[in-house]
Structures are given as structure tokens and as C-alpha cells.
């Protein structure tokens, strides 16, 4: 019989975490301090699926807590230079005496750079600028990788491409908006599901240069 111990167990494994823990839910700060034992799960070193900016490369955290802790999945979580986000919390697999969670965090390829966004109007051939927007840039490893025939111009099939991730400001961005990177034109293809802090802009670049 495990209830009538379970204060004593918590107690066992409240002693144990002997690290500290912010949480946010999307943005604001919901619990400080709390007590955690983190544990690293594994590294990836390529994404599963490529064109998924939700597989891309990553590394897995796991964070145990005080079984009263108030935490959900798309938490972000911070602590030192750990900065990721709850991807998994479970309550049952410790005999209700914590939390675990599992967490990841996306291995940025760049620092952060800034960009505007071209959106064209094919009426007046006037061109509306959005932005600039502070992103971080993930590039596909995979490349070059082959193009829907609609987002190659001057016959071009051989792209790469990539994701912007950006705040939530990133949300007025949409398919077919054009930017300039490094020499290179890009096209916006996909704007991904909204995640609880951030924004994922996949995109195209042509190799042969601004046009």
C-alpha cells in the first residue's frame, strides 16, 4: 500500500532537487524558483522528418518537481542556459510523489538577425514592406531540396530552405511574402501551427541570387 507514505516519498524527492526552475506560460511567469532535479534524455543530431521545423534538431531535458507544481505542456522553461519547452508532464509514472516533465530545445543554426518581409501587390505592382522582425534562422541540412515548380522563378529547381522563428509579432508574415538573405531571394511557403511562444516561418532561397 503506497498512499499512506506518499508524504514521506515526496518529502524523499523534494530533497533531491537541488536546482531551481523558472516557468512562463506564453510569456508570463507562473512559477519562480521551484525546485527541480534536470536530467539531459538525449541528443539529436539530425531531424527525423526535414521539412517539419518541429522535428528539426533539438536537445531533450527531462526536469522532476514538487508534485503540486504548476505546470503544463508548451510551458516554457528556464534555468541557467537552459531555456526549452515542456513538451511531455507526467503524473503518474513517479507514484504520484512528483512531476516529471520532458522538455526540448531547439538548436538555433544562427544568432539572431533581423529582416523585412516584401509583400507584392500584382495590381499596382507597389510593394508593401513588413517589418523588420528580430528571427533566429534554422536551415534545412538536407540540401539542396527540389522546389514545387509555382516558387521557382527563371526555371530554377534547386533551393534551400529553412525556418524563421520569431514572437508572436512574426503572425503578419504570409506565403509568397519575399525577403533578401545574405544575397539570396526567399519566398515564404508555410506559416506553421502558432506554438505557445513563437512563431515558425518556413521559407524557400533561391541559389541564384536576388532577382
Known amino acids: 500500500m503506497v498512499l499512506p507514505y506518499l508524504p514521506m516519498l515526496r518529502t524523499v524527492q523534494n530533497r533531491?532537487?537541488?536546482?531551481?526552475?523558472?516557468?512562463?506560460?506564453?510569456?508570463?511567469?507562473?512559477?519562480?524558483?521551484?525546485?527541480?532535479?534536470?536530467?539531459?534524455?538525449?541528443?539529436?543530431?539530425?531531424?527525423?522528418?526535414?521539412?517539419?521545423?518541429?522535428?528539426r534538431s533539438s536537445s531533450e531535458w527531462g526536469f522532476t518537481v514538487p508534485w503540486n507544481t504548476n505546470v503544463a505542456i508548451g510551458d516554457q522553461l528556464i534555468t541557467g542556459l537552459i531555456d526549452c519547452i515542456a513538451g511531455e508532464v507526467l503524473k503518474d509514472d513517479?507514484?504520484?510523489?512528483?512531476?516529471?516533465?520532458?522538455?526540448?530545445r531547439p538548436k538555433l543554426a544562427t544568432p539572431q538577425i533581423s529582416i523585412t518581409f516584401y509583400r507584392p501587390n500584382n495590381e499596382d505592382a507597389s510593394t508593401l514592406a513588413l517589418g523588420p522582425f528580430t528571427v533566429n534562422v534554422v536551415f534545412n541540412r538536407n540540401q539542396p531540396t527540389e522546389s514545387p515548380i509555382r516558387y521557382v522563378p527563371a526555371?530554377?529547381?534547386?533551393?534551400?530552405?529553412?525556418?524563421?522563428?520569431?514572437?508572436?509579432?512574426?503572425?503578419?508574415?504570409?506565403?509568397?511574402?519575399?525577403?533578401?538573405?545574405?544575397?539570396?531571394?526567399?519566398?515564404?511557403?508555410?506559416?506553421?501551427?502558432?506554438?505557445?511562444?513563437?512563431?515558425?516561418v518556413r521559407f524557400l532561397m533561391d541559389e541564384g541570387g536576388a532577382r
Open 94 to 104: 513517479t507514484w504520484k510523489t512528483a512531476v516529471r516533465i520532458w522538455a526540448t
Open 155 to 200: 526555371g530554377r529547381s534547386q533551393w534551400k530552405g529553412g525556418w524563421f522563428v520569431g514572437d508572436m509579432g512574426l503572425a503578419v508574415v504570409q506565403p509568397e511574402d519575399r525577403f533578401v538573405l545574405d544575397g539570396m531571394a526567399g519566398v515564404v511557403v508555410e506559416i506553421l501551427p502558432v506554438q505557445p511562444q513563437h512563431i515558425e
Open 16 to 55: 533531491l532537487m537541488t536546482e531551481q526552475v523558472d516557468i512562463f506560460r506564453h510569456g508570463t511567469l507562473v512559477s519562480a524558483h521551484v525546485p527541480c532535479r534536470i536530467t539531459v534524455s538525449r541528443l539529436f543530431a539530425e531531424p527525423g522528418d526535414p521539412s517539419d521545423a518541429n522535428m
